[in-house]
């Protein structure tokens, strides 16, 4: 298969303010967000990033995305490098953050608008994207309400659309479904299918297991910014949970507990 996307020995490291210090209850300067980061897509797959929360999932996202740059290493995506070509490679990428906030004050169909002519979407082919789009995920109803008369899983099913406004060949999602209850959630995993099958790229960030079982090809385990493995999805075969806490060793756990206590 071909790769569409190479990182390689990519790392980043954040300065901890003082604040972050004090919460942490930490003496280090710096955290270390990924660590000599190795991995690949393929071109046309769902490839599922695992890993808890802190373990650097976003992070490795945003520097694909060109949003924030790594200390060093490379990221190639359909050719390019993240550095030396920022803007094209944003026009083949969309990126849904799990932190995105929406000005809750305009509509779906105002948001849709605007996005695309900011991405420079022809406006006939925007018109024509956004019924289909807001038919398909179940927004026309709700596409002139505010968003903040809006359901939680209604204002996920938006930012997913809004992501996407310039069809792009690379999608992103960081916890797609995070915060939604069944149905909405059964709702945009069925579309990410969807865009599966129409030759869409994806990487999905994700720490539900069921989720990256259900669609993801292969899957990439980050623990404390390393990739520990990528396999193929045989869920049928592999328990993903317990595979997942075998990469976990001591030190690891007792950062975890102390967190949590």
Do not use: W
């Not at 490291?13 to 690949?40: E, Q, V």
């Not at 373990?55 to 790594?70: D, F, H, N, P, V």
């Not at 953050?97 to 929406?102: A, E, P, Q, R």
């Not at 997913?160 to 310039?166: A, Q, T």
């Amino acid at each position: 298969m071909n790769k569409i996307i190479s990182v390689d020995n990519v790392t980043k490291t954040f300065r901890n303010t003082g604040k972050k210090l004090k919460l942490s209850r930490k003496s280090y300067a710096k955290k270390t967000a990924l660590d000599n980061l190795t991995f690949s897509v393929n071109e046309g797959e769902i490839f599922g990033l695992l890993g808890p929360n802190g373990a650097g999932k976003t992070t490795a996202m945003r520097i694909i995305s060109t949003l924030i740059k790594s200390d060093s290493g490379d990221v190639i995506v359909a050719g390019d490098n993240v550095r030396k070509s920022p803007h094209k490679i944003r026009r083949n990428i969309g990126f849904l953050s799990s932190d995105l906030k929406l000005e809750e004050f305009f509509t779906p169909s105002y948001l849709f608008d605007f996005l695309s002519a900011l991405r420079e979407v022809p406006e006939k082919q925007a018109k024509e994207r956004k019924i289909a789009l807001f038919d398909r995920i179940g927004i026309n109803e709700y596409a002139n309400e505010r968003l903040a008369v809006l359901s939680t899983g209604m204002k996920q099913k938006v930012s997913l659309v809004v992501s996407i406004v310039h069809d792009p060949r690379i999608i992103i999602f960081d916890e797609p479904t995070n915060g939604l209850d069944i149905l909405a959630a059964r709702a945009v995993t069925d579309f990410l299918l969807e865009l599966k099958k129409q030759g869409k790229t994806i990487i999905l960030s994700t720490h539900i297991f069921s989720l990256a079982e259900k669609i993801c090809d292969r899957i990439g385990f980050i623990v404390d910014g390393k990739m520990q493995d990528v396999l193929y999805n045989e869920s049928e075969k592999i328990n993903l949970e317990d595979m997942f806490f075998s990469f976990y060793n001591q030190p690891t756990r007792d950062l975890i507990h102390e967190f949590h206590t």
